[in-house]
Nanobody, 116 residues
Framework: QVQLVESGGGLVQPGGSLRLTCAAS????????MSWYRQAPGKERDVVAY????????SYSDSVKGRFTISRDNAKNMVYLQMNSLKPEDTAVYSC?????????WGQGTQVTVSS
């Protein structure tokens, strides 16, 4: 079955960096675009970054553009989110996402807390 397992979250000070990892299994990873979403307490889940199947196309929400970088390793079935210059408003649960055969799949998420 489809599995998406995130890791790499934690507590970081403002201005710090974290690298999130999503390990994917149960589908032909290299054929599908992947995304990272985040959900802050009391808010809706929003897309943060998107990467096409080959990695040639990437896009970001305005709130993270220039600070976050999405990448993927199709040989390892992994997608990454490098987060730099973190701000308190980046605090959220971050999840990776794939859409397969008209179904949406998210991982369980990893908590990122930005606080001094």
């Amino acid at each position: 079955q489809v599995q998406l397992v995130e890791s790499g979250g934690g507590l970081v000070q403002p201005g710090g960096s974290l690298r999130l990892t999503c390990a994917a299994s149960g589908f032909a990873f290299s054929r599908y675009p992947m995304s990272w979403y985040r959900q802050a307490p009391g808010k809706e889940r929003d897309v943060v970054a998107y990467i096409a199947d080959t990695g040639g196309i990437r896009s970001y929400s305005d709130s993270v553009k220039g600070r976050f970088t999405i990448s993927r390793d199709n040989a390892k079935n992994m997608v990454y989110l490098q987060m730099n210059s973190l701000k308190p408003e980046d605090t959220a649960v971050y999840s990776c996402y794939v859409r397969l055969s008209s179904r949406n799949y998210w991982g369980q998420g990893t908590q990122v807390t930005v606080s001094s």
